[in-house]
């Protein structure tokens, strides 16, 4: 059985020096979610007493063709901690990631607290604040991207850096499942999408997080954000490129590369 402890550090290690490591599933094809969660819970803690914090966190896997390449039927989450986020407009060295790419999100912002078991979509939609345009560069510490579900869960569910938006937008008389979204690398349309690519409505996903989190004991707290899920395919980027998403009601979000 994989040693966890080990496991989180040789990930640790991997963000450090940009070095990616073989799939953990390559070594032990039995590991299962479970188990990766508690890896993941040990690099947050190892995080955490660095100094870092917890201020939101993300879904992966919320589309339909997502959960089907990696035999799966629900997401997997992560937490976002304080310094894998930037504001819009940021510039980031590419060279501070292994193999960047990139996805436009809807990020909602809680405004009270929010525990499971048993949070409807109408719960959750009662406790946010409002949506913020976002960008997530993904990043993957396992070589060439050949993860499973247990070697993305592990790995901070592939997350390298969250861009937001600096409109907060309430989402009282509209529809989130609604928002239109268009995506362009460099200046050209890379991707289209709609809120509803996102586990078919972000508010939803919202509570299936706060459902998801209840028997571990954890609250979503007043003031973090969920990043709900990319609206298109991920694409590449690398030094020199430009990421600029637009949304309906929520306005762009861009982050360039250097």
Request: with cysteine.
């Amino acid at each position: 059985m994989t040693d966890p402890a080990a496991v989180a550090e040789a990930l640790l290690a991997a963000r450090a020096n940009r070095v990616p490591i073989p799939p953990l599933t390559d070594a032990d094809p039995d590991l299962t979610a479970d188990d990766a969660y508690a890896i993941q819970q040990l690099v947050v803690a190892r995080m955490l007493a660095d100094g870092d914090q917890i201020v939101g966190y993300k879904l992966g896997l919320t589309s339909a063709p997502m959960q089907e390449m990696l035999g799966v039927d629900q997401p997997d989450y992560a937490p976002v901690l304080a310094s894998m986020t930037v504001d819009d407009g940021a510039v980031l060295e590419a060279a501070t990631f292994i193999q960047p790419k990139a996805e436009a999100e809807i990020a909602l912002v809680l405004d009270r607290p929010l525990r499971g078991p048993g949070v409807t979509a109408v719960e959750a939609s009662g406790a946010i604040a409002g949506a913020v345009a976002a960008i997530e560069v993904v990043d993957s510490r396992i070589v060439d991207w050949r993860i499973g579900l247990a070697d993305t869960i592990a790995d901070l569910a592939s997350c390298g850096t969250v861009v937001l938006g600096s409109r907060l937008v309430p989402i009282d008389g509209w529809d989130p499942r609604l928002i239109g979204m268009v995506v362009s690398h460099n200046g050209a349309t890379a991707g289209t999408g709609a809120g509803a690519a996102a586990l078919g409505d972000p508010v939803a996903a919202v509570a299936w997080l706060a459902n998801t989190l209840a028997p571990h004991g954890v609250t979503l707290e007043a003031g973090r954000f969920v990043m709900t899920g990319s609206l298109h395919a991920a694409f590449d980027v690398a030094a020199g490129d430009v990421v600029r998403a637009e949304f309906d009601r929520l306005g762009p979000v861009e982050v360039r590369f250097t």
